[in-house]
Structure formats: structure tokens, C-alpha cells
């Protein structure tokens, strides 16, 4: 079992920055993806951003270039910096594990409770 938890979300206004983290605690083993996915009103839930245990890093072309996802060792914390904000990306944002592969869309997949994000003026 992995568990995993969210914080640092919140309101902000356009063009603002927030950052995100996802502490996580239980065995993940050697080969894992962590994601960050996105559920915005109205919307599908969608995979923003990911991290596997080569250190590679993917990211949809939404945010790609304003969000950064990062991972540290010390703390067992996934973190989301999101930077250059737009109203578009209001929603809630999951932190989600995969074991045993590498894309964070397959293997024993685990999901944190969710947090608020709303961009607005």
C-alpha cells in the first residue's frame, strides 16, 4: 500500500505561482511512475505531468514549459511548481503513483485525496 497526501493548494490570481506537494509513505519499489493529473470543471481527469524512477519527466503541452515536477528523496515529496497561472487551470490536482511502470496509466496505481487550485481574478 502507498499513501499519499496533497498540500499547498489555494487561489491565486492570473499570471500568479503555486506550489504543490505530495508527501508519500509505503513501498514503491525500483520501477514507478508519479504523476500529477488535473480534473477541471466539466472536464476528464487529465495527466499534467510525470516523474519515473529514471528521473524522466513528461509533461502535457498545457502546462508544459510553466509547471515543473520534481521529486525529493530526503522527504518522500513530489512536488508541482506551477508557475505563469491561467484561469484555465483551475481544478483539482491529484498526486497518483504507479507501480511496476512507467507511465503512471498501468501497474497497482494509487491516488491522493485531491486539492483545490482556483485561478481567478
Known amino acids: 500500500q502507498v499513501y499519499l497526501r496533497e498540500s499547498g493548494g489555494g487561489s491565486v490570481e492570473p499570471g500568479g505561482s503555486l506550489s504543490l506537494a505530495c508527501g508519500a509513505s509505503?513501498?514503491?519499489?525500483?520501477?514507478?511512475?508519479m504523476g500529477w493529473w488535473r480534473q477541471s470543471p466539466g472536464k476528464e481527469r487529465e495527466l499534467i505531468a510525470t516523474?519515473?524512477?529514471?528521473?524522466?519527466?513528461t509533461y502535457s503541452p498545457s502546462v508544459k514549459g510553466r509547471f515543473t515536477i520534481s521529486w525529493a528523496n530526503v522527504s518522500n515529496t513530489l512536488r508541482l511548481q506551477m508557475n505563469s497561472l491561467k484561469p484555465e487551470d483551475t481544478g483539482i490536482y491529484y498526486c497518483?503513483?504507479?507501480?511496476?511502470?512507467?507511465?503512471?496509466?498501468?501497474?497497482?496505481?494509487?491516488w491522493g485525496q485531491g486539492i483545490q487550485v482556483t485561478v481567478s481574478s
Open positions: 516523474l519515473d524512477n529514471s528521473g524522466s519527466t
Open positions: 497518483q503513483t504507479s507501480r511496476f511502470d512507467m507511465s503512471c496509466q498501468a501497474g497497482d496505481r494509487f
Open positions: 509505503g513501498y514503491i519499489g525500483p520501477k514507478f511512475c
